[in-house]
Structure formats: C-alpha cells, structure tokens
C-alpha cells in the first residue's frame, strides 16, 4: 500500500489501482490543483454540499475540513467509490456520506455508463474515447435530492454531463455552483447553454473564485473571503 499526499490528503493506494497517468498527475501535484486551491473560496462553514464526480475523494476531503460542513457525494464509478471510501476512512472524516450513483435532471431513467483506464475519463458520453466497460445506472432526480437534504452548493466534475443537467434542473435553494466545464465536447455552444440557463436561475460567474474552465456561479453576493489578488497568482 503506497500512502501519497495529495493537497494535504492522504490517499492510500495499491498498485494498480490507478492509472499511470492519475498516479504521474498525482506526483507532479496538477491531480485536481485547480479545484484544491477554491475550496475555500467556494464553500463556507455550515454550508450543505452535494459534490458530483467526487472521483478519488480529495475535494471532498478538503470540504468537510471546513467548520460545520456537511457533504454529501456521488460517483457513478463502483470502483473508484471504494476508492474515495478509502481516502476518507484514511483521513478520518465523518461528516461525508459517499454513495454510487447518478443525479439528473428530470424524472429518473436508466443511462449507460463507461468506465475507462483513467477514471477521470469515465463518463456517461460513450464517444469520449476507448471504455473497459459500460455498467447500466438508474438515476435520480437532482432536484429532489437538493430539496430532501437542502443543499446550498453544488459542487461538480462530471466529465460533460454538466451540460444537460445545469440546463434541465432547477437547483431551487442553491446558491453557489462550482463546475469544471468541458467545452472540447460540447463546444461553446455548451457552454452558452450553461451560462444562459443559470443566468435565468439567477446566477452570475464569479470572477473571484474562477479560473479557466473551473468556474464558480453564484447568487449570493453577501461577504465572503476571497483571495486577494496577489495571492490569486497561486491559482495559475
């Protein structure tokens, strides 16, 4: 068992558990660098967070660190949700449930799933590239999710799927969302999408807490402590 520290996390792993190219993103120190350093821009003490694609479950280590944070995680990868269960029993947290699934918008339905080498690359999107295999997953709907726990913050790195679910749902109590975007397979024309459909909802981009395709959307714009901006040149 190799015990590597990533942003402060201890992610216990076996040989072959994960791809040489996660384990070299890992050493180099780039495995979720972005997201790591916004944590705390995003989320706030008591906050209620509903993180999608919680992967190896570093960000969502790094979110329950913060006081009085309850979260609450999906991963529609069986083995990578052993994985993250791992790292947290690793790290101690108790204030995280992580389940194996998939939230939607709209009424629940079965999807395929394709799991890859490089569990980043797993996704819903069948033409994203090679798959060891496709697993059949029943969804459920997000909205009724986001009401029977009254989350606040939507935190996501879907792989793509962001797309559908931003423009279908209606995220009713949310009031910070945090997504990696992921233009090269829905173009702009996705990312208009997006950006529209939350603008309805009463969303803006963030500026203070986004970086390239890490983008915060916020409808609070009550205090919050941001980075000043000499220390944001820690985020490029």
């Known amino acids: 068992m190799h015990i590597l520290n990533?942003?402060?996390?201890?992610v216990p792993v076996k040989d072959g558990d994960i791809s040489p190219v996660i384990w070299q993103s890992i050493v180099s120190g780039s495995y979720e660098a972005k997201e790591a350093k916004r944590v705390a821009a995003v989320v706030k003490p008591n906050d209620r967070v509903l993180e999608l694609g919680s992967g190896l479950s570093v960000i969502t280590t790094l979110i329950s660190r913060i006081?009085?944070?309850?979260?609450?995680?999906?991963?529609?990868?069986?083995?990578?949700v052993d994985l993250g269960q791992r790292v947290l029993a690793a790290n101690g947290v108790g204030n995280v449930a992580l389940t194996q699934g998939l939230l939607t918008a709209g009424?629940?339905?079965?999807?395929?799933?394709?799991?890859?080498k490089d569990l980043w690359m797993s996704s819903l999107d069948q033409n994203q590239g090679p798959y060891e295999q496709a697993i059949?997953?029943?969804?459920?709907?997000?909205?009724?999710?986001?009401?029977?726990?009254?989350?606040?913050?939507?935190?996501?790195?879907?792989?793509?799927a962001e797309r559908d679910l931003l423009v279908g749902a209606?995220?009713?109590?949310?009031?910070?969302?945090?997504?990696?975007?992921?233009?090269?397979?829905y173009g702009l024309d996705g990312i208009r999408r997006i950006t529209q459909a939350l603008a309805l909802r009463g969303f803006a981009y963030d500026p203070r807490a986004s970086f390239g395709s890490c983008v915060l959307f916020a409808q609070d714009d009550g205090p919050r402590e941001f980075q000043s901006e000499a220390s944001n040149e820690n985020f490029k």
């Open 6 to 10: 990533v942003h402060g996390v201890k």
């Open 67 to 80: 006081e009085g944070v309850k979260v609450w995680a999906v991963e529609a990868n069986p083995t990578t």
């Open 107 to 116: 009424p629940a339905t079965e999807y395929t799933f394709y799991v890859r």
């Open 136 to 160: 059949t997953l029943a969804s459920s709907n997000i909205d009724d999710f986001i009401a029977d726990h009254a989350i606040n913050v939507l935190f996501m790195d879907i792989e793509g």
């Open 170 to 185: 209606e995220l009713t109590g949310i009031q910070r969302i945090f997504i990696e975007l992921h233009d090269h397979l």
